[in-house]
C-alpha cells in the first residue's frame, strides 16, 4: 500500500460518522419461551437520528428495552447476540447505570408522574447527576428554552396537562440527564397532527444544536421518515428493510404497505386489506 493510499484511509477513517450505538444479531425472549425479537441488527451513528419502523406489535418497543435494560421487568431477557453503546458491551448494565453512561428512554405513553408538577418531574431526570445545583439549574433553563410551554406550566401538576404538554415533560426530562443518545418510543401516539410536527420539530432541533442521537421507534412513518435519516423496518420481530430514510419513503412497498400509497393515489384501508403485491421481504 502506497504511502498516499494509507493517507486517504486515514483521512477516510477519520471523516467517518462514529457509531454511538450497535445492535448485532439480537434475540429476545419473554417469559423463558415467547421469541420476540429474531437476529435483530441496527447501528445509530453519533449525532444521527435513526428511525424503528413497523406495525404494533412488530417489535419496535422491545428493541428500545432491550436496549435500555427494561425487560427484566417483563420476563424479558437477550438471550442472543449482543448491544454496544459508545464502545462498550451494555447489555448487562443495569438501566441507572446506562442512564449515566449517556442513554436513556422516553417511553411509550409518556409515563410522566402525574402528581408531580412539571418541574418536580423535570428534577427527577436529574436524579443520577453528581455535578451539583449550579449546572442542573443551567441544563432546566435550556430545557425551558427548548420547551416554552414548560415554562408557563412548570408549577402545574402533570396528570392536568394536556398529551402534547406531558409528551415535551417527558423528553424534556430526558434531557436533564444530559444523554448522548435517547430512545424515544411512539412520540406521535394520541396527539394531534400539529403537535406530532411541533415536537418532531424539536427533537430535530435537539440533535442538531446539542447533538443528541436519536433511535425513534414510530407507527407514523410518513413523519418518522420526514426527521430521520435512515430507517429500519421490523416485522414479526425481524428487520426485513432498511436503508436511507428518503430511500424508504420513495420504495414503492413501504409507500403502499406503510403509506397507504400505491401508484402515486392514496389508498383507503378497506383496499389495504387485499394486497395488489406481495411484500417482497414475504416472497
Not at 158 to 168: D, K, L, P, R
Not at 188 to 217: C, D, H, R, W, Y
Request: glycine residues 8%.
Amino acid at each position: 500500500m502506497t504511502t498516499a493510499t494509507a493517507n486517504e484511509q486515514n483521512i477516510s477513517a477519520a471523516a467517518a460518522p462514529e457509531i454511538i450505538l450497535a445492535i448485532n444479531n439480537i434475540e429476545v425472549i419473554y417469559d423463558h419461551v415467547i421469541l420476540v425479537l429474531k437476529g435483530v441488527s441496527l447501528e445509530v451513528r453519533k449525532g444521527g437520528i435513526v428511525a424503528l419502523l413497523g406495525a404494533n406489535g412488530a417489535g419496535k418497543t422491545t428493541t428500545l428495552k432491550a436496549i435500555s435494560n427494561l425487560l427484566h421487568a417483563e420476563r424479558g431477557e437477550v438471550t442472543k447476540g449482543s448491544i454496544i453503546f459508545d464502545g462498550k458491551e451494555v447489555q448487562d448494565l443495569s438501566p441507572d447505570v446506562l442512564v449515566k453512561r449517556g442513554c436513556i428512554q422516553v417511553m411509550e405513553g409518556r409515563h410522566c408522574f402525574a402528581h408531580l408538577t412539571v418541574e418536580e418531574n423535570l428534577l427527577t431526570g436529574a436524579f443520577t447527576r453528581r455535578d451539583g445545583k449550579a449546572a442542573i439549574a443551567r441544563d432546566m433553563e435550556i430545557v425551558y428554552n427548548y420547551f416554552p410551554r414548560l415554562r408557563d406550566r412548570r408549577h402545574n401538576i402533570v396528570g392536568y396537562t394536556s398529551g402534547g404538554e406531558q409528551q415535551m415533560c417527558a423528553i424534556g426530562r430526558a434531557l436533564m440527564s444530559k444523554p448522548k443518545m435517547i430512545l424515544l418510543d411512539e412520540p406521535s401516539m394520541g396527539l394531534a397532527p400539529q403537535i406530532v410536527e411541533e415536537i418532531f420539530g424539536i427533537v430535530k432541533t435537539l440533535n442538531e444544536k446539542e447533538g443528541v442521537s436519536f433511535l425513534l421507534a414510530e407507527q407514523n412513518t410518513y413523519m418518522a421518515l420526514k426527521f430521520a435519516r435512515h430507517g429500519y423496518i421490523l416485522e414479526n420481530g425481524r428487520v426485513v428493510m432498511d436503508g436511507e430514510a428518503r430511500a424508504l419513503a420513495e420504495n414503492e412497498d413501504v409507500k403502499e404497505f406503510y403509506l397507504g400509497i400505491a401508484e402515486g393515489k392514496k389508498k383507503s384501508f378497506r383496499d389495504l386489506k387485499h394486497y395488489k403485491r406481495r411484500k417482497r421481504w414475504l416472497a
